[in-house]
């Protein structure tokens, strides 16, 4: 399958939901299209990133898609039905404080980490 023709790059939002589903596959369309090397490093990044949060940042058990864990007025205000029926050949990308670069559909743990935020050590 090709890839997209449109990539767009948007933040994540400070504000997320919670919960969320620990019974579906863990989707990560941006580690699975990286060779495996690259892929290596960036599974290493993102542990290293999770054990230097602070405790109790990042909730264990529940995913969700990311265009559904954020929450900010951005996201709220795209229907549901945009992000889950746009053209395959259009991926949303979002930088998060969590787990760097995700697609969409990838699915994000609950967390309270925000780049728009100082968190130590990073």
């Given amino acids: 399958m090709a890839g997209p023709e449109i990539?767009?790059?948007i933040p994540e939002s400070t504000r997320k939901?919670?919960?969320g589903s620990s019974e579906g596959p863990e989707v990560d369309a941006i580690s699975a299209?990286?060779?495996a090397?690259?892929?290596?490093?960036?599974?290493?990044?993102?542990?290293?990133?999770?054990?230097k949060s602070p405790k109790g940042s990042v909730r264990p058990g529940g995913l969700?898609?990311?265009?559904?864990?954020f929450q900010g007025n951005m996201y709220r205000n795209v229907p549901d039905n945009a992000w889950a029926q746009r053209s395959a050949k259009v991926e949303?990308?979002?930088a998060s404080g969590l787990r760097g670069l995700v697609a969409s559909r990838d699915t994000v743990?609950?967390?309270a980490l925000s780049m728009a935020e100082p968190t130590p050590p990073f």
């Fill in 64 to 69: 969700l898609p990311a265009y559904r864990r």
């Fill in 109 to 111: 743990p609950a967390y």
């Fill in 37 to 51: 090397t690259v892929r290596a490093k960036l599974e290493e990044l993102r542990e290293e990133v999770l054990l």
């Fill in 17 to 19: 939901a919670t919960g």
């Fill in 7 to 9: 990539v767009v790059l």
């Fill in 92 to 94: 949303v990308v979002i």
């Fill in 33 to 35: 299209g990286l060779p």
